[in-house]
């Protein structure tokens, strides 16, 4: 099974919490975390890997279960897999809702998927449409680990309930399943993996 949790890094906006954290982290993390200039960004990338730190220790997951990681704004998320299979994929992508970008949905989205956002009836609507085609684009790149190497229009997304993929590209094969969530705040969130058995609950168990 998939399951996600995410995080509120707020906490490590302040300097010695964020230092506390930071002392806990393994040495590459350290250095991903100097490379970065912005107190958020900072934040983000420390706390993305001390959700997954207290997950692996909390739940006892081994460290070659699949797993991926997620960052926009004051948060955080993890989606792992808790059997860790071998052969499991599994992608995940938190965005925080701001005004739709329909230059870019028309040059990166398909056409269907591009038509989906401007059938909505108001510009709430089509923002909140345009995220959550963005965060299930994103979490199907990140499964198949190729990122944004893969082209955005490979891949086509029906947006059913749950969504599903319409066309992908001959060399992935498998069975890739998509699960949305609401954590109740203004972020549009979505998990893809190739296990069916995605929680239909998210995480907010773990604090800083």
């Known amino acids: 099974m998939i399951r996600t949790w995410i995080l509120d890094i707020r906490p490590l906006y302040e300097a ?28 983000q990338s420390t706390g993305a890997w001390i959700l ?9 997951i081994a460290e ?24 499991t994929q599994v992608g995940c992508d938190i965005e925080a809702v701001k005004r739709a970008k329909l230059k870019i949905a028309r040059r990166f989205f398909c056409p269907s998927e591009y038509d989906t956002i ?9 923002n909140d449409m345009f995220y959550r085609l963005w ?9 198949t680990l190729q990122g944004m190497a893969m082209d955005t229009k490979s891949f086509e997304i029906q947006m059913t309930d749950p969504p599903i993929l319409l066309k992908k590209p001959d060399c992935y094969p498998q069975r890739y399943y998509y699960r949305e969530y609401d954590a109740g705040i203004p972020y549009k969130i979505a998990v893809c993996s190739t296990d069916k058995e995605i929680d239909s609950r998210i995480r907010m168990e773990l604090k800083l």
């Open 16 to 43: 010695d919490k964020y230092q506390a954290c930071y002392n806990a982290l393994p040495a590459f993390r350290k250095e991903k975390a100097d490379r970065l200039q912005s107190r958020r960004g900072k934040a």
């Open 64 to 87: 070659e279960a699949a797993f991926n990681l997620s960052h926009s704004g004051d948060y955080v998320l993890c989606s792992i897999d808790m059997d860790c299979g071998n052969k």
């Open 135 to 143: 965060v299930l684009k994103e979490s199907f790149m990140k499964a």
């Open 118 to 126: 401007l059938r909505e009836h108001n510009k709430e609507s089509q």
């Open 52 to 60: 997954l730190d207290r997950i692996r220790k909390e739940y006892g």
